[in-house]
């Protein structure tokens, strides 16, 4: 059992080659802007450019905005369904799954079709097509939200503590706040930074419904060469720092996986 | 020669001797238990048994063949572990034809085996279930036949009932004596609940620390443990240490007080500390029985009821000792810190041959 | 009318405080239930009636059958084909890699190496992993140029494609397999090693162990694990845009035009295209979710 097998060695030596040689070929590719010797050129050109800046802070703006309002939205609604209304479990449980059965292009479809017309209108402002997207993206990470603040509040007995606060003379507002989500901070920040990287290069959504976000940034300048290499390097880099960022918080706490993703 | 012979076994991982010179006979039929707290090297030695583990040194030998080098699946030994282990995609009469199966017997043989099994552990009408639609004792049994199906040379069970609610711990173990004796098997037996051992066993072995402390009887386990180590860890035995002050008539000294033993003391000369045992429901208090009997004079220190017996802390200067008396309702119980002589017989005082270690 | 009787009867012993405690907590929950329904079940339904209405709003059949004309049987078909390939590759891949760190006896950092770019890779998709693909095996990415300088073998000469079937299905792998070891992996976890020693105790070596135990046992988790894949590449999108440009006639592309513009000369039939998405993708999550319970229920 515990002597490795050559076939054990072969596998993940295959499976180093396909995590790695893409990655490899798009950094090289990336160092070569200039002829003839290594450069960071691309990356100088690919951050400084003012499209970059702000597609970057426009989506920044927008996971931001998504976390807010899935957080505000979720933690009280799985903290309920935990403490009061265990009967809702189920069906609440089948809403957050529905995100998987549709697809980022058919809720874009959806979206539009449905909001992008008369009487809604709403991708008639900009305001008010920022508050579909931010929708959009919401719906997209609700699964991993809910999955990761639900797993949060199994592991913290909130019964007990929300009873032990009541007993103690705490609000409900107080509770909610000053208990309930500092003890989720865990959950909390794993669902902060999985949506951060669901929602920094989304593309379908943001494209669709005609945002400067950093997803169709990308894309547009795809046909050059150099930055889209960078650009993808920085963007791997950022998947990275957000999944180590997550299993840094989340040590010894089960069932906080880094587990998403829009395709 | 032994059916089961354990020569000189020997178990080292990395740094620590999991098990030392491990030496057993086991006769045809036999019920032995190994005995020990967690950690003492009794799974270990079941595991080189069955040969889920090599043993360093030392030799096996299961009814003249030297298997001490065969994988465990060409032994044809049995084996109950603790977790039931049972297949979870299998129904229960799969389970139980799984060796057969393996062994490529006819459908025929199997089915007819299988049903045998079941009737033997009387659950017939559950051969098609699946594990997780059983109990656990419902489990546990079907996994003894499972083992047994095989028609094993060897049974071994590690910890089958520590798993199980206490009821139905104690009907299972009754279950799996009676199906040992039907069936003649030659069983080893690993727990750390001593009143399984003693209720089970033709033999128990006594193990601490890698090593084997006593082999002996239920019987002589209980009445006549060899070391401290097996007098405090079967029953709850008083451990005293006394000086010996004439081995040859069996004269010692507790904490002052003069003590006789039945026998001469054979493994102390004067003047030396050896420890010794008594059994808290052999000594007696206020007893006024024949002056031949031992008496040792303290304090009452503690009481505490038990249901049907009354344990009684009595405290000399350094030393204390328990002591039992079957409750009843006119029995005047003593007061905290009252004095009290308390007396036990010359054969209650059982010289241990190797002296407590900082007691 | 009866029916409604009993519900009254079985109403009826509910006590005024506890309703209204009920009617409180409800409250908690409301705008969850809100958002759900504005922004999930109120467009599946837009999606439900759409597909079933022509251009002026009367009911209509044809939608659904439009679903059927070849071009968009292909569509489905090429999405479903590339989903399968990439599904079953990545499974198989993935399983393999699972078990190599959890049963093979590998040194322990390479398995937390492996579940942290898991992580990372299979968050890592659409227009960058595109990107990196290109500059991987497209025309003159590195490991074509390599191929070409060391063995003479330029693999576009050779039937590979990296904007066709084969080369999307690379692409797809590159975050399918690192799914599959994401969850197979616990599942391996989850074999007891009693079970592999009460089979050898019983006799049986360690193909039949497999044979009969292992991937028995496994094969929920595998197969469930393998729909998911399966629902994860089907529904892709933004890679499959920034790859082949819309080119390839995958499903997803094709609803992706019928937005920017009714290139299906039929508003009615972009509905039913996303509607056999989402029964699809159903279709699957309830096979994924029933495989689900019955390996947890052997598991537990």
């Known amino acids: 059992m515990s002597k490795s097998s050559p076939w054990a060695w072969f596998w993940i030596g295959l499976g180093v080659l396909y995590f790695f040689v893409p990655l490899f070929a798009t950094l090289e590719f990336s160092l070569k802007a200039q002829k003839g010797f290594y450069s960071l050129t691309a990356y100088q050109v690919a951050l400084t450019d003012p499209g970059f800046v702000r597609t970057f802070t426009f989506s920044l703006t927008m996971a931001a905005a ?147 976000a950093f997803g169709p940034y990308m894309n547009l300048v795809g046909d050059k060469t150099y930055i889209p290499e960078a650009l993808a390097i920085i963007t791997f880099a950022l998947t990275w720092a957000s999944m180590g960022l997550i299993q840094f918080f989340s040590r010894g706490t089960p069932g906080q996986g880094p587990l998403a993703g829009t395709r | 020669m032994a059916f089961l012979e354990i020569n000189d076994v020997q178990k080292q991982f990395a740094q620590t001797t999991a098990v030392d010179t491990f030496n057993l006979q086991v006769e045809r039929g036999e019920f032995v238990s190994f005995l020990g707290p967690s950690g003492c090297g009794k799974t270990t030695t079941l595991r080189m048994i069955a040969g889920f583990e090599l043993p360093t040194s030392g030799r ?40 057969l199966k393996v062994a490529k017997k006819p459908a025929a043989e199997i089915k007819q085996r299988v049903e045998e099994m079941l009737k033997l552990i009387h659950l017939s009408a559950l051969g098609n279930r699946y594990p997780y639609q059983l109990s656990g004792g419902q489990q546990q049994r079907i996994a003894l036949a499972r083992a047994l199906a095989i028609k094993p040379q060897v049974l071994l069970l590690d910890e089958p009932l520590s798993a199980l609610d206490a009821k139905i711990r104690v009907s299972l173990r009754n279950e799996i004596r009676a199906i040992q004796r039907q069936l003649g098997i030659t069983t080893i037996y690993v727990t750390h609940d001593q009143e399984e051992a003693l209720s089970l066993s033709d033999r128990i072995v006594v193990m601490s620390e890698g090593r084997i ?35 040859g008539s069996g004269l010692l000294q507790i904490e002052g007080q003069p003590i006789r033993a039945a026998r001469p003391i054979e493994s102390a000369r004067d003047g030396e500390t050896v420890s010794i045992a008594l059994r808290p429901e052999i000594i007696s208090m206020n007893g006024a029985s024949a002056g031949e009997a031992n008496r040792l004079q303290g304090k009452v220190e503690d009481v505490s009821f038990l249901g049907s017996i009354v344990r009684i802390r009595v405290r000399f200067e350094n030393d204390f000792i328990h002591l039992d008396t079957f409750n009843n309702p006119h029995l005047s119980l003593p007061q905290i810190g009252q004095p009290i002589t308390v007396t036990f017989p010359r054969e209650a005082v059982l010289v241990l041959s190797r002296a407590a270690s900082a007691a | 009318m009866a029916q409604l009787a009993t519900v009254e ?29 504005a922004f999930m079940l109120f467009p599946a339904g837009s999606l439900l009636v759409g597909s079933f209405q022509n251009a002026e709003g009367a009911f209509t ?156 046992i496994l094969l929920p988790s595998l197969l469930g694990t393998m729909i ?58 309830i096979g994924y979710s029933w495989l689900q319970r019955k390996s947890e229920k052997w598991l537990r």
Do not use: C
Request: hydrophobic residues 50%; glycine residues 10%; charged residues 10%.
């Open chain 3, 228 to 285: 998911l894949l399966f629902g994860n590449a089907f529904g892709a999108f933004a890679t499959a845009f920034a790859l082949t440009g819309g080119q390839l006639q995958l499903i997803t592309l094709k609803i992706g035009a019928q937005i920017r513009g009714d290139v299906l000369h039929n508003p009615g039939l972009g509905y039913a295209l996303a509607l056999g998405m989402v029964v699809i993708m159903a279709i699957s999550l």
């Open chain 2, 213 to 247: 402390e006593q082999i002996g009887t239920p019987f002589e386990i209980y009445n006549f443990p060899l070391t401290p180590f097996v007098a405090s860890f079967v029953g709850t035995l008083n451990v005293l240490s006394a000086t010996v002050t004439n081995a």
């Open chain 3, 61 to 216: 059949l044809e939608n659904i059958a439009g679903l059927f004309d070849e071009s968009i049987r292909n569509s489905y078909w090429l999405s479903i084909q590339i989903s399968l390939v990439t599904a079953v590759g990545g499974g198989i891949f993935g399983f393999l890699l699972a078990y190599a760190v959890t049963l093979g006896g590998l040194p322990k950092f390479i398995r937390s190496g492996l579940m942290t770019f898991s992580g990372v890779a299979s968050n890592f998709a659409g227009v960058p992993l595109a990107f990196a693909f290109i500059a991987t095996l497209g025309r003159v990415g590195l490991v074509t140029a390599l191929l070409k300088q060391l063995f003479g073998f330029n693999i576009y000469d050779h039937g590979f494609n990296l904007y066709n079937f084969w080369g999307l299905s690379v692409t797809y792998m590159y975050f399918q397999f690192p799914l599959m070891v994401l969850i197979i992996t616990p599942a391996l976890d989850g074999l007891r090693r009693e079970w592999r020693e009460a089979s050898e105790i019983l006799g049986a070596n360690s193909w039949q162990y497999w044979r009969y135990i292992a991937l028995p």
């Open chain 3, 9 to 37: 009867k079985f109403t009826a012993p509910v006590t005024p405080p506890a309703t209204r405690q009920f009617s409180l907590a409800w409250l908690g929950v409301v705008p969850f239930f809100a958002f759900a329904i």
């Open chain 1, 66 to 212: 998504t976390v807010l309002v899935g957080f505000l939205l979720i933690v009280p609604t799985a903290y309920w369904v935990q403490l009061r209304l265990p009967r809702l479990r189920p069906i609440v449980e089948l809403l957050t799954l529905l995100p998987f059965v549709v697809p980022g292009i058919v809720l874009a479809f959806g979206l539009i079709k449905l909001y992008g017309h008369p009487p809604f209108s709403f991708t008639e402002s900009e305001l008010s097509t920022n508050g579909l997207l931010i929708s959009g993206y919401v719906v997209l990470a609700l699964p991993y939200m809910y999955r990761a603040v639900d797993t949060g509040l199994r592991a913290i007995d909130v019964r007990t503590l929300t009873e032990a606060a009541q007993s103690l003379g705490a609000s409900w507002p107080t509770i909610l706040f000053r208990i309930i989500f500092p003890n989720l901070r865990v959950a909390l920040l794993s669902g902060t930074f999985l949506t951060f990287a669901i929602v920094i290069g989304e593309f379908t959504l943001a494209t669709f419904l005609n945002r400067p």
């Open chain 2, 60 to 99: 096996i030998v299961i009814n003249g063949n030297d298997v001490t080098h065969k994988p465990p699946n060409q032994r044809n030994v049995g084996m109950v572990f603790q977790s039931y282990a049972l297949f979870p995609n299998m129904t229960v009469a799969d389970n139980i034809g799984f060796g």
